[in-house]
Each structure stands twice: as structure tokens, then as C-alpha cells.
């Protein structure tokens, strides 16, 4: 086929926005803002609305992210002739999901500007690090994406960035210093417990599209060093976050610290049950496995939520959002 030729998609536009926002992959995001006032709430400085724009501002710029990525790889690898809506309007596939992108990050941007004028001007230390990080994970010539190291970028994310800026947007409402440990401890520890699952997300997601990346040469975790490795990986983080939940408990001095650890050892059976089933080919059973691994981030930042809502320190908020 010509470079020039033009191939038409009868899909729609919406179509197109939907499976380019990646719905099933926006729980992980719920999941770190979850993360993240489970974090406060533990040092009673849990705020309610802080919290919510936290979330739209989080699925806001997954989504914007997500069709950024999905337009560079139409760019870049033979699909810019692609037409969506041939019927009607002829509109390039490329076009479609970069004006998505633009559209849905600045209504990110404005979300962003909103916490801002919340919580103070440091806010953009926050926001300079998450941009720095999302440049390196999609921009330049060798984005991280595309490499054996989107992992790190995977757990920086959703783990230290979203859960620690997510708690510290909360806790500098009451907290008398900001970065003071006290307030900031439990988030240490949640972070790096949905930073890890995150990466369990990101491994399984790599290993459904291992074929795809193969032949575009792009060099993650699966297609870089096959299913053995990527099983093993995938076991030993589960591990690691079942330990750090175990910390936390200690952390907080909880006297019934086993009841606790029942979630988060259930969701290590089934973190387990999944590296198990892991293989290349299956993409129907690859895509329930996503949802589940995606589940168990989720559930497991919910669960947290709750739980601190028992077992943290008391709400002094003096805070009235109207």
C-alpha cells in the first residue's frame, strides 16, 4: 500500500475516543487518589473536595495522556493516512486523538489551576515534577514508554506522585509544616505499595501487546525479556507490597495488625493466580486478566481508605468548601 493511500475506518469518532481513553485502565488512577487520602486520612487530614479535584484532575490527564500516546504511535508507525467516520466527515485518526489530547489536557490544566488557587503556590512543585515526568514517559526520540525503564515511569506515577501529592494537597490544610514526617509517613508507605501494583498493571498490559511491540522494536519488560522474567517480577512486587502493608500496620501501631493484612494477602493469592496464567497469544483471557490486576490496585486502595477511616488520628478539619 502507498504511503499517501487512504484507508478508511467506518468507526466513529466517539468510538475512537472511548477505546483511546483505555476505560478499563482509569481505575488505576481512582486507585492512587484513593491511595493518597487513605495517606491523610490516617493523620486526620482528610478533605473531602481537595480530594475530588485530585480525581478529576488524575483521570483527567490519564485520559489526555493516553490519547497522546495512542497518536504518537499512529504517527509514527504507518497508520497517519487512517480515516475515521469515512462517510461523513474524513477525519484523520491522528487529528482526532491529538485535538483529544489538547482538549482533555487543558481542561486538566484548569482542574490543576483550581488546586492551586486552593492550596498555594507550591502546588506547582507538584505539577513541574508530574510534567517532567510525563515528557520523558511520551516525548522526545526515545520516550520511556517505548522502553524497558516505562516502569519506572509507571511507578513514579501512580505511586510517590500521585499518592504523595494526593495526601500533601489534603494534609497542607492542617498540617502546621507541610513536609513534616508525621504527616507525610503513611504516604511513604502507600505510595510505594500502588506504585508496585501499578507496575504489575503495566507488566500485564506490556504482555498483552507483546507481539505489537515486538515488531515495532519497542523494548519493554515482556518482549525485552520474556514471560519467565516478567512472571517473576510480577510475583516478587507482590510480595514486596504485602510486606509494606505489613509495615504500615506497625506504623500505625495497630494491636490487631493480622486482621488487617487479610486484603492484602488475599490480593497476593490473586496477584499469584494471575502470573500463573500469564501467556502470549490469549488476548481475550490477557484483557480479563488486566481487569483483575487493575481490581486488585483498586480494591486494595479502597480497602485502605476505609480502614484508615477507623484507625486514623481524629479530624480537627476547620475547612468549609462551599
Not at 89 to 98: E, F, G, I, N, Y
Not at 131 to 143: D, H, M, Q, S, Y
Not at 283 to 303: H, K
Not at 306 to 319: C, E, I, K, N, P
Request: proline share 2%; net charge neutral; charged share 15%.
Amino acid at each position: 500500500m502507498a504511503k499517501s493511500e487512504k484507508r478508511y475506518d467506518n468507526s466513529s469518532v466517539s468510538a475512537l475516543l472511548v477505546q483511546g481513553a483505555a476505560p478499563e485502565m482509569l481505575m488505576i488512577s481512582v486507585a492512587t487518589v484513593a491511595g493518597g487520602t487513605a495517606a491523610a486520612t490516617l493523620r486526620g487530614n482528610l478533605e473531602v473536595f481537595p480530594a475530588t479535584l485530585c480525581l478529576v484532575f488524575a483521570l483527567l490527564t490519564q485520559i489526555s495522556a493516553t490519547y497522546w500516546h495512542f497518536y504518537l504511535k499512529a504517527r509514527s508507525y504507518h497508520n497517519s493516512n487512517d480515516m475515521v467516520d469515512a462517510e461523513f466527515a474524513r477525519l484523520p485518526k491522528t487529528s482526532v486523538l491529538r485535538e483529544s489530547a489538547l482538549g482533555v489536557g487543558i481542561l486538566a490544566v484548569t482542574v490543576a489551576l483550581a488546586l492551586m488557587a486552593m492550596d498555594g503556590i507550591w502546588t506547582l512543585v507538584v505539577g513541574s515534577v508530574l510534567a517532567v515526568v510525563l515528557f520523558f514517559t511520551f516525548g522526545g526520540r526515545r520516550p520511556l514508554s517505548d522502553s524497558h525503564w516505562g516502569i519506572l515511569s509507571t511507578f513514579l506515577l501512580f505511586g510517590p506522585i500521585g499518592v504523595i501529592g494526593t495526601c500533601l494537597l489534603q494534609s497542607c490544610h492542617e498540617a502546621g509544616s507541610l513536609f513534616n514526617f508525621y504527616d507525610i509517613e503513611p504516604a511513604l508507605y502507600i505510595s510505594a505499595v500502588m506504585g508496585l501494583i501499578a507496575v504489575n498493571c503495566g507488566l500485564l498490559y506490556g504482555v498483552a501487546h507483546i507481539e505489537v511491540d515486538g515488531v515495532m522494536e519497542k523494548k519493554t519488560i515482556p518482549s525485552l525479556f520474556g514471560i519467565r522474567i516478567t512472571r517473576v517480577l510480577f510475583v516478587a512486587d507482590g510480595f514486596l507490597w504485602t510486606a509494606l502493608c505489613a509495615w504500615l500496620c506497625q506504623v500505625q501501631h495497630l494491636e490487631e495488625w493480622y486482621f488487617y493484612m487479610i486484603l492484602p494477602v488475599a490480593v497476593l493469592v490473586s496477584n499469584c493466580m494471575i502470573a500463573a496464567r500469564l501467556s502470549v497469544g490469549d488476548r481475550r483471557g490477557l484483557r480479563r486478566l488486566q481487569l483483575y490486576a487493575n481490581l486488585n490496585m483498586l480494591v486494595m486502595a479502597l480497602a485502605m481508605l476505609v480502614v484508615s477511616l477507623f484507625v486514623g488520628a481524629a479530624d480537627d478539619s476547620y475547612m468549609c468548601f462551599i
